[in-house]
């Protein structure tokens, strides 16, 4: 894919124009989940950012918690021998200990020196955790950081529909759009849809960032009930991954394998242009090397047909 021609869209009702699809990073230094410095290390890891780069995937996902604080360490790294512009999505952890605005402003200020930057473009509330800090003192504080220019744009992750409409609510009294609720979305996992955040994003003006959008995994078509590779790490007891899980869903991954021969795409490729297809959704699938990077890369620039998007919508309904 040529980099100038990538698809964009703006994160929410803010001028800030990202990719159509981002890459997850909570993969880059994290052992607790994933399996880093195990099966796979920095060199996959920085091949996967440059793979990336160069297919025109500029718009990063992390999280001061991933690998505590190495991905965002290995990103500033990555990012300073690149020539490219990158655009680096990071998160606030809600922690009980972090009550005040001054405990935003210095959580910002280590992540931004992680990331050897002086500015993100997107700061996000990993989770609505309410401890002695309220929401409403939470989002004033992450609004001076856009008045500071410390912070481009303003996204929360998790939060249900109610506390969406109240986080926006907050920052609107300082004329700031939330821009994103960064939350599980796949073809696996379509609550969104039902319990009221994809609608409530869509009347707001907010944009969905979908994570876990291969559902971890398993929609690469990989994962099969008779057959290696078993997955690493965690995902070891997760019953999905188990083999009566993996049968559940071979219709579904069956489905995937043919529209991809189709389209001359993987069951990745097309998994991720059906959330793509769904509107105000960015997927952001986390790569641990080159070639799952580019690979999900390639879920830009071509679109399932309406019925293609119709019979994976029927066939997830599971
Ligand atoms: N806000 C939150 O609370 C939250 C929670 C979870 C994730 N996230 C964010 O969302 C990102 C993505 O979610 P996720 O990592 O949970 O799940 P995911 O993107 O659905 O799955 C990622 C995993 O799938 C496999 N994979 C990815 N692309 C592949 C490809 N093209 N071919 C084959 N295998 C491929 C890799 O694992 P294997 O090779 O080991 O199978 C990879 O680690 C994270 O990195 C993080 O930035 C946010």
New binding site residues.
């Given amino acids: 894919m040529c980099s100038q021609s990538v698809q964009t869209t703006t994160l929410g009702a803010t001028n800030i124009t990202v990719p159509a699809l981002g890459?997850?990073?909570?993969?880059?230094g994290d052992n607790l989940f994933?399996?880093y410095g195990k099966?796979y290390g920095s060199d996959q890891v920085r091949s996967a950012f440059e793979a990336a780069v160069e297919a025109g995937i500029t718009f990063f996902?992390?999280?001061e918690v991933?690998g505590l604080g190495e991905s965002e360490r290995l990103i500033g790294k990555f990012m300073r021998d690149s020539d490219r512009p990158i655009q680096v999505a990071t998160?606030y952890f809600p922690l009980p200990w972090r009550f005040g605005a001054q405990a935003v402003a210095d959580t910002l200020t280590a992540s931004l020196e992680r990331l050897q930057l002086e500015s993100v473009p997107l700061y996000?509330v990993?989770?609505p955790l309410d401890f002695l800090m309220g929401q409403r003192t939470l989002m004033n504080a992450l609004a001076d950081e856009v008045e500071k220019g410390r912070i481009g744009a303003i996204g929360i992750?998790?939060y249900s529909a109610e506390q969406m409409r109240k986080a926006h609510s907050y920052l609107a009294a300082r004329g700031i759009p939330l821009a994103v609720n960064?939350?599980?979305y796949?073809l696996l996992t379509r609550q969104i849809e039902t319990n009221g955040i994809l609608d409530t994003a869509r009347e707001l003006g907010v944009t969905i960032?979908a994570?876990?959008?291969?559902?971890?995994?398993?929609?690469?078509g990989?994962?099969t009930p008779e057959s290696a590779?078993k997955?690493?790490?965690a995902?070891r007891l997760d019953p999905r991954f188990s083999p009566k899980g993996l049968e559940k869903i071979a219709p579904l991954i069956n489905a995937l394998k043919q529209m991809g021969e189709t389209h001359q795409r993987?069951p990745?490729?097309v998994a991720l242009n059906w959330l793509i297809a769904q509107g105000n959704v960015i997927?952001?699938?986390?790569?641990?090397?080159a070639?799952?990077?580019r690979?999900?890369a390639g879920a830009l620039g071509w679109s399932l047909s309406p019925e293609e998007v119709a019979q994976l919508d029927q066939l997830s309904r599971i």
């Fill in positions: 890459i997850g990073t909570w993969q880059w994933w399996s099966d996902d992390t999280a991933y998160k996000q990993h989770a992750s998790n960064q939350v599980r796949s960032l994570y876990s959008p291969l559902a971890q995994g398993l929609l690469t990989k994962y590779p997955p690493e790490g995902r993987t990745a490729q997927p952001i699938p986390g790569a641990k090397n070639d799952q990077a690979q999900n």
